[in-house]
């Protein structure tokens, strides 16, 4: 089971170099992990996770301190909560892991005080809608770009798209085929570059 909290469904503001206690609660016994995108680059690493318990009793609030470092990322950052059967893999590397059962849950939260890492919109204008989307995304340009390729990657990192955008305002991309999740849109337009995060939610 999937389900991607957006930012108007529920989020908090955290601030970098502050220490915070997350709470789980889940139904059954489970073992559970989180990870942070940090550094914004669409992927939940190793480095970004945190144990929440291997153990848990149904209906038992889970409680962990979670050290929000000095050098994330500012802005909308994303965080996974995984949870599995007791027994079950759930580590450090396995946020992106097919499972047989259990539940993701992916949220949006906002970090401040962090750092502006390189940035991801440096084409002034440049927006995919809608976000979650279903079976077709737009990414707007803004402008009419002389030169620009579209690549756009899964959470594991796999390219599951690759357009020629050259001469164009717009281009539509036909998510009918990508599975449920979060996705980057990278584009790059000679020195102009930037990166965007898409969600498909059917």
């Known amino acids: ?3 991607y909290y957006t930012g108007a469904q529920g989020t908090t503001s955290l601030t970098a170099g502050t220490n915070y206690d997350l709470s789980v609660t889940t139904e059954f016994d489970n073992i559970v992990s989180v990870w942070f995108d940090f550094n914004h680059d669409g992927n ?3 480095s970004e996770w945190s144990q929440v318990c291997t ?3 149904a209906s038992t609030a889970n ?4 050290a929000i470092p000095a050098g994330a990322f500012n802005g909308v950052t994303g965080m996974r909560i995984r ?3 007791v027994g079950n893999q759930n580590g450090a590397t396995d946020a992106c892991l097919q499972m047989g059962s259990g539940e993701t849950e992916d949220y949006e939260i906002t970090i401040t005080n962090g750092v502006n890492g390189i940035a991801t919109n440096q084409l002034k204008g440049l927006t995919v809608f809608p976000s979650p ?3 077709v995304a737009t990414v707007n ?3 009419t770009l002389e030169s620009a390729m579209v690549v756009v990657y899964d959470m594991t990192g796999k390219m599951v798209d690759n357009i020629n955008a050259s001469g164009s305002k717009f281009i539509n ?3 009918a085929s990508y599975p449920n999740g979060i996705y980057n849109i990278a584009v790059n337009a000679g020195i102009e570059t930037a990166n965007l995060r898409l969600v498909i939610a059917k």
Request: glycine share 4%; hydrophobic share 40%; net charge positive.
């Open 1 to 3: 089971n999937f389900t």
């Open 44 to 46: 939940y690493d190793a």
């Open 55 to 57: 153990t848990s009793l």
């Open 63 to 66: 409680i962990i301190n979670i």
């Open 83 to 85: 949870s599995r059967a």
């Open 133 to 135: 989307a279903s079976t």
């Open 141 to 143: 340009f803004g402008r």
């Open 173 to 175: 991309l036909n998510t």
